[in-house]
Every structure is written in C-alpha cells, then in structure tokens.
C-alpha cells in the first residue's frame, strides 16, 4: 500500500528549504513511499518518540543568572539505545535537534549498528562563554535529562562546540547521580577516561573511505585528485589531513571567519598548527583568501561540506563544479537542491553514510567500556574501515537496482532496517 496520501509534504517538494526537519522527512517519505512501507509504521517513524524542552539556570561570571533553553530527543529506538550528539549554539532549534535525531536513527541503520536516533542541544553561544560557565551549563543540561540518559537507554556524543573535556562532564554528572563511576554512558570522551583511540579522527576516516569507494566506482585516480573542504573543525581538518596524506590535493579550506586557496594544494599539516595558533584558516603562509561563498563553487573533483546545514540550497548547487560532494556534516544539502545535483550528474555521498565514521566508532567505545577491555587503534580502524566500505556498497547496490540516487537509496537502505525490526517486535499496547 503507498503512503503517498498520508504525506503531508509533496514528493520532492519541501515546504521550507531551510527547515532541516522537512528536509530529512522529504527524503523519508520518497523511501517509504518506493518501499511501499506499511502506512501505520510510516506514522511511527516519521514522529519522534520523545521530544524534552529543559530550562537551564546558571549563575553567570558576572553575577547574573542566566536561563538557557536545552533539548533532548529521542527519535527511534527499536534498534538499540538513543545514540546522538549534544550541540550548543545560538541556532540550536527544537526542529533542528529533531531533524538530527531522525538523521542519528538512519545513521545508524545505515551502517547498521544496534543503536536508535537522538539529538540533544543547548541554545548557548560557547565562544563568549568561559570554562566556568560551559561546565555549569553542561552539568545542570545532563541533570535535566537525566531521566532520559543511562547506557542502556541514551548515550550522548560531542557534536558542534562540544568536545571531550563536555564528555568528561557529562560522564561526572551522571556518576555522581548514579554513586559509581559509568564511563558507558558518553562517547567520545578522553582517552584517559575510557575513550576510544581512533574516535576523534573517525569521522574524517569514514569520509576518506567512503570517498576512495566513489572515486573507485567512477574510475577516477585517488592521485592529484582536487578536494576542497568547508568546515575546518573535527570533521574537515581530520578529513582534509588524511586525504592530502594519501596524496589528493587539497585546494581550498573554509571555516566560520573566512576562505583560502592554493592550486597547488595547501599544506595541510602546517595548517593545522596556524589553526591551533590562531583559531582560524585565515592569513595561513602560501594561501590566498577567497569569498566564503565561493568555497562551494571553487572547481574540483571531491568536496566536502563539514561545517553546518543549508550550505548547498536550489540557490548555489546549480553552480557547484565538483563531481563528488561527500557530506561530512548533517543536513549540507537542502532537498530541493538534490535534485540540481542530479541534474548535473554529481555523485552525492549522503551525510548518513558519509559521516557516519563517528557513530561506529562511538560504538566500538560503548562496547570497550562494557567489555572493560581496549582495542588498539589499529584495530578501531580496521573495523571502521570494513563497515564503512561495506555500508558504501549496500547503498551504492541498492542505487544501482533501483534506479535512485544514493541519497534515497540510503535512505531506502536505513528505512527498511528500521522497519523490518519494528515489523518483528509488534506494536506493545
Ligand atoms: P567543529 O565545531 O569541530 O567544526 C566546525 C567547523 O565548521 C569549524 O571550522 C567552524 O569554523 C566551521 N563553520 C561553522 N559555520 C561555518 C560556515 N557557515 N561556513 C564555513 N565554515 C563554518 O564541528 P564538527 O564536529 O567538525 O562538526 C561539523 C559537522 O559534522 C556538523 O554538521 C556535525 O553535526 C557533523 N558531524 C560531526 C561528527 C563528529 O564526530 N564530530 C560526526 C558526524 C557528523
């Protein structure tokens, strides 16, 4: 039976392009609708099972108590535990951390790991904000969720402006609660503190070989290759180190404060130290500055987005040069402009495969912690490797017999799996 009449957005066609929740459902209604999914599961996985709206008292440096505004979603959990980062920016919405959490349940799927989909986030501008006052804020969020989290139930990760040293916090807020020390209850926590090697680099690692498979599949030669990366942070530096380190040329960088180019290809570890000096990729020796709008638009053959959402929209992706996009964040391409994309043959590996090196290894983590026992990096890698390339060709086979992109056959291969084991554990009433 199709679910085309239950729809409430038109097939392809978004009700707002910038809205990320309308986004992702735009993409899920087409899988469901191409998997003829069953109307009634097609009801409970396009809501969000939870949705938690905490308010945040913090006494602030200069005496004033401030209230921030946090959330915490839980999209779909009949694969396993909730699993999702925390972000804190001024632009955290409740639809943003929603649209996310589903994004963490296909995630998942996708790569087939025995987790469900949440988000969690705090509206909170971190850059003015002080160490005291991240933790405070930090402690008191983890507090008021606190009902939701536990190992088995909700495990957090870092996200946007969020890094170990957060974990750490979380990881101690919930210990104190639970008087003994959990270390399974975050991921991406330091190393020292029950962290997996590997974890901070996985991200950019899943992207580098998702984007060796897609070079594979379309016969182009790793060597020389043109890349260009938005977002200089986790995501991008990481991916962008290991791609020049396998010899692609990285021509162009961006992050939030501005642009640089080099036809020649920048020198990416030199880079890495100016931003750990100088917090920006900007006035970096043998680059010359561009337009941050340009970065999209600079030819090449790879590029990733791994900065923020809405950065390739119906209003630039008519523009983009590049053959492969590798989304290294969520939510970089708007709905509308997939079908531009395609229009001009550009090879798009979606975010839920393409970044979804740091959920697997944030599970390899869960499971450290649980066995009490530590892998090497060597080991970490490796698994990652053979779940992210198998995860590629999944989709990259489902596109191909079904005649869709990758992106809908991502999310016809997620979509499926999610159902299949809905199908299995009935309805509890
Ligand atoms: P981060 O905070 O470490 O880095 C973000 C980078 O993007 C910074 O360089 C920042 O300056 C830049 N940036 C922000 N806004 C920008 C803009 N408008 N234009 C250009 N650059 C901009 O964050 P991260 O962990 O690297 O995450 C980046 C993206 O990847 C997010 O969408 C996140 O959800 C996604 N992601 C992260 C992970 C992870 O393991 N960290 C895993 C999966 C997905």
Redesign the pocket.
Known sequence: MSVSGVANVDRGIVLDEHNPYESMMSRFDRAAELLDLDPGLYKILRAPDKQLIVSIPVRLDNGELEVFTGYRVHHNIARGPAKG?I?FSPQVTLEEVKA?AAWMTWKCAVVNIPFGGAKGGVVCDPITMSMRELELVTRRYTSEIMDLLGPETDVPA????TNEQVMAWIMDTYSMHARRTVSSIVT?KPVSLGGSLGRRE??GRGCLFVINEALAHLGIPAAGTRVVV???????GVAAQLLAQQGMRVVAV????GAIYNSQGLDIDRLLQHVARTRAVGDFEGSEPIA?DEILLTDCEVLVP????N?ITSANAGSIRARIICE????PTTASADEILDRQGIFVIPDILA?AG??TVSYFEWVQNREGYYWSEERVNRRLKKIMVNSFRDVLRTSLTREVNMRTACYMVAVDRVAFIHRLRGIYA
């Open positions: 980062g972000r996310l870092p996200d946007i402006n991406g996985a991200t938005q977002g200089f942070g986790n995501v991008g961006s992050d939030m404060y941050s791994a900065a923020v959402e950065q290294g964040a969520n939510g970044n740091g959920v």
